[in-house]
T-cell receptor, first 113, second 113 residues
Framework: DVKVTQSSRYLVKRTGEKVFLECVQD?????MFWYRQDPGLGLRLIYF???????EKGDIPEGYSVSREKKERFSLILESASTNQTSMYLC????????????FGNGTRLTVT | GESVGLHLPTLSVQEGDNSIINCAYS??????FIWYKQESGKGPQFIID?????DKRQGQRVTVLLNKTVKHLSLQIAATQPGDSAVYFC????????????FGKGTMLLVSP
């Protein structure tokens, strides 16, 4: 089974802090994704990557950046956390482009105070 | 528990009943569809997928039906169990280049013993 591991289940950060959310997958998947999930809004794509050192903006990239230095690891960075970034963050991986399912981690619940 | 279930339509069934969860997708060009299950405190879990060249696909206790004419997807769960209680949502993909999945908002399924 594919395993996608997010380093933290819960995080509490202060406004203005730089925040790193880490994600690792163990199936040698090319594609990795970061989503946020909010009540009433569903899953919204922040950034994705189809290869090492490659990144593409999703639907809501503002306030975020990403890093993919190794194939198995995809990091989400909040340069200066704000309260409206309080959310559930979900990482996913996929083994090719668009015709196979995404496999998700269990999420990181981030609270920005 | 997590708040992913707030604001969602809810389907309540008795244990042993068959459940049908519906999804209207948005793009007539979408050619790949997935159903996910999300339990409280966990990430979305892949259930079953279907490509647009099929009308029906069966898995273990689950069946997905695709009606391209009216852009409708349904998930049928046979002999529903309390462990099936979760949020279920569909995703669609337009398989062109670097397209990504678009997720529905979800339906909460509550199974009573």
């Amino acid at each position: 089974d594919v395993k996608v591991t997010q380093s933290s289940r819960y995080l509490v950060k202060r406004t203005g802090e730089k925040v790193f959310l880490e994600c690792v997958q163990d199936m040698d998947h090319e594609n990795m994704f970061w989503y946020r999930q909010d009540p009433g809004l569903g899953l919204r794509l922040i950034y994705f990557s189809y290869d090492v050192k490659m990144k593409e903006k999703g639907d809501i990239p503002e306030g975020y950046s990403v890093s993919r230095e190794k194939k198995e690891r995809f990091s989400l960075i909040l340069e200066s956390a704000s309260t409206n970034q309080t959310s559930m963050y979900l990482c996913a991986s996929q083994n090719d482009r668009g015709n196979s399912p995404l496999h998700f981690g269990n999420g990181t619940r981030l609270t920005v105070t | 528990g997590e708040s992913v279930g707030l604001h969602l339509p809810t389907l309540s069934v008795q244990e042993g009943d068959n459940s049908i969860i519906n999804c209207a997708y948005s793009n007539s060009a979408s050619d790949y569809f997935i159903w996910y299950k999300q339990e409280s405190g966990k990430g979305p879990q892949f259930i079953i997928d279907i490509r647009s060249n099929m009308d029906k696909r069966q898995g273990q206790r689950v069946t997905v039906l695709l009606n391209k004419t009216v852009k409708h997807l349904s998930l049928q769960i046979a002999a529903t169990q309390p462990g099936d209680s979760a949020v279920y949502f569909c995703a669609e993909n337009i398989n062109s280049g670097y397209s990504t999945l678009t997720f529905g908002k979800g339906t909460m399924l509550l199974v009573s013993p």
